[in-house]
């Protein structure tokens, strides 16, 4: 088979497997959110244990949870059995994954956990199984098939429960009321955490780098304005210097294929009105979010009574280590 032709099916059973898993949710997945929402605001934590693949799919599961705010620890279920069962305390909540819910080293675990009081939270493809039988809530991971072309190698059902595992994460943390700033101290390093700490006002272009200019002035000044400030855009105010536009390189030749008067013209009559903006204050990642979903290249900051102070230019955040 062509490499790329059958990588595309990959793609495809993938995907196929992660539709069912996501058309079988059921109300067990609320009473997991609920377990864990429950145990957090008690102060214990998430225990994570799995063998093989699975184990690889509960370490990353594990890290999404600390990193939006629930403490998360990875238990190996053999060293467990020989005293790092230590590390659970009654009140914790147990991710065991097991697609087969079988893997004689969460069986013989099973028991020893249950003698903790906690709570055990079973993602499986085999909820009859004995990690479905021993478990207080099932996530259902069932795949039709695996990827693998004997549908053997753990590669749909690992690609399930590791969405399940992100599905749980994401729902737990906005449950809690996670917020940005929080998010944030759990990332102080590498462009996330600089997205997430530094603001707007930080980064942004100031005074001669801070194209600004008169709705009344022409077309033709507001490019000089433009060009000294080396910027592909200009904010464009009113008589109190609040933001009412702004005017791009792209308008003007846009403007141009259909007026060839348009460097005459005062930019109130070409300008973009009630442009996006953001205060200084913001975070850079909210500029980063309008970046993407706006697909602008330029982004005007302004004070708390509308006036523009700064730019924020595309171009500038890779050198900067924001994107």
Avoid: W
């Avoid at 021993?134 to 749909?156: G, I, Q, Y």
């Amino acid at each position: 088979m062509d490499p790329v032709a059958r990588a595309r099916e990959v793609f495809r059973t993938e995907t196929e497997a992660l539709e069912a898993v996501a058309a079988a949710l059921d109300a067990t997945f609320n009473q997991a959110v609920q377990s864990l929402v429950e145990a957090l605001a008690r102060r214990n934590k998430v225990v994570v244990a799995g063998v093989g693949k699975s184990g690889n799919i509960g370490r990353k599961i594990a890290a999404t949870l600390s990193s939006t705010g629930a403490p998360a620890v990875v238990l190996d279920p053999v060293d467990a059995l020989h005293g790092d069962l230590g590390v659970v305390h009654e009140g914790d909540v147990v991710l065991v994954l097991s697609y087969s819910g079988e893997s004689d080293e969460l069986v013989h675990l099973l028991p020893a956990l249950k003698r903790f009081g906690v709570s055990i939270v079973g993602l499986t493809g085999s909820p009859e199984s004995t990690l479905g039988r021993h478990s207080d809530v099932v996530l259902n991971c069932r795949v039709p098939r695996e990827a693998c072309s004997f549908n053997l190698a753990p590669t749909s059902s690992t690609t399930a429960m590791l969405v399940m595992g992100d599905a749980l994460a994401l729902t737990v943390a906005e449950a809690r009321g996670l917020r940005l700033e929080e998010f944030a101290k759990r990332h102080p390093a590498g462009a996330i955490g600089r997205a997430l700490l530094v603001k707007v006002g930080d980064i942004m272009r100031q005074g001669d780098r801070n194209p600004v200019a008169a709705a009344s002035l022409s077309v033709r000044d507001a490019l000089l304005v433009m060009t000294r400030a080396k910027s592909g855009s200009v904010a464009v105010v009113d008589d109190q210097g609040l933001l009412v536009g702004v005017f791009t390189d792209g308008d003007l030749r846009r403007r141009m294929a259909e007026d060839p008067a348009v460097l005459g013209r005062p930019l109130e009559d070409v300008m973009t009105r009630n442009p996006i903006r953001l205060q200084a204050g913001a975070l850079a990642a909210e500029a980063l979010r309008v970046f993407h979903e706006r697909s602008i290249d330029d982004l005007i900051v302004v004070d708390s009574n509308g006036r523009p102070v700064g730019l924020v230019d595309l171009q500038d955040l890779p050198r900067l280590k924001l994107m």
